[in-house]
């Protein structure tokens, strides 16, 4: 079963400047969470999908993040346009959340995208 | 406001020895406590986790204590392998509706096992 996988591993752009992220979580997982790691602070939530639909956007930083889940399927964080502070690790994961199930509550993470901003 | 704490930034053992890291928390509504380990350009594995109606979940060399009175929890590893040598985050979970269980990590404990 392939893992969470996060496109590209490493971008580099200049401030003002557009980038788009991608994730492809574990096939079947509906659950799907976007996360970011600034340099020196700890990994925080940005927002949670389920299948196409936000559920959860209140770590959005602010208007300049866009998150798309088309089809339920692989995500995309836009970051339009990109400031300075915007620099750090974004990571996506991933859960497969059933009533009953051992650890629903655990994600699955894919290996980030580091995002730089110039 | 950091709801998750681990104060340590790095401990270092000896190979066979046992290693305990520790993390401090502030909300108690929390629901579960995860640890995750961390190498370097890879994401966070999943390692073990407690549901916060326990005081203890043991999985091989990992033993995970919940002492909920004092908000706090601990890892440990025993005995320690030069493989274990990673960044350790804590991780509590709450259920923010349905099926979000979004997670609040500490910054991290890097641990480095020495042959």
């Known amino acids: 079963e392939a893992g969470v996988t996060q496109f590209p591993s490493h971008s580099v752009i200049e401030k003002g400047q557009t980038v788009t992220l991608r994730c492809d979580p574990i096939s079947g997982h509906d659950n799907l969470y976007w996360y970011r790691r600034v340099m020196g602070k700890e990994i925080k939530f940005l927002l949670h999908f389920v299948k196409e639909s936000k559920q959860d956007e209140s770590g959005m930083p602010n208007n300049r993040f866009l998150a798309e889940r088309t089809g339920g399927t692989y995500s995309t964080l836009k970051v339009q346009p990109a400031e300075l502070e915007d620099s750090g690790v974004y990571f996506c994961a991933s859960s497969l959340y059933r009533q009953g199930a051992i650890r629903f509550y655990e994600q699955y993470f894919g290996p980030g995208t580091r995002l730089t901003v110039t | 406001d950091q709801q998750v704490k681990q104060n340590s930034p790095s401990l270092s053992v000896q190979e066979g020895r046992i290693s305990i890291l520790n993390c401090d928390y502030t909300?108690?509504?929390?629901?579960?406590f995860l640890w995750y380990k961390k190498y370097p350009a890879e994401g966070p594995t999943f390692l073990i986790s407690i549901s916060s109606i326990k005081d203890k979940n043991e999985d091989g060399r990992f033993t995970v204590f919940l002492n909920k009175s004092a908000k706090h929890l601990s890892l440990h590893i025993v005995p320690s392998q030069p493989g274990d040598s990673a960044v350790y985050f804590c991780?509590?979970?709450?259920?923010?509706?349905?099926?979000?269980?979004?997670?609040?990590f500490g910054k991290g404990t890097l641990l480095t096992v020495n042959p």
């Open positions: 909300n108690s509504m929390f629901d579960y």
């Open positions: 991780a509590a979970a709450v259920n923010s509706g349905g099926s979000n269980y979004k997670l609040t």
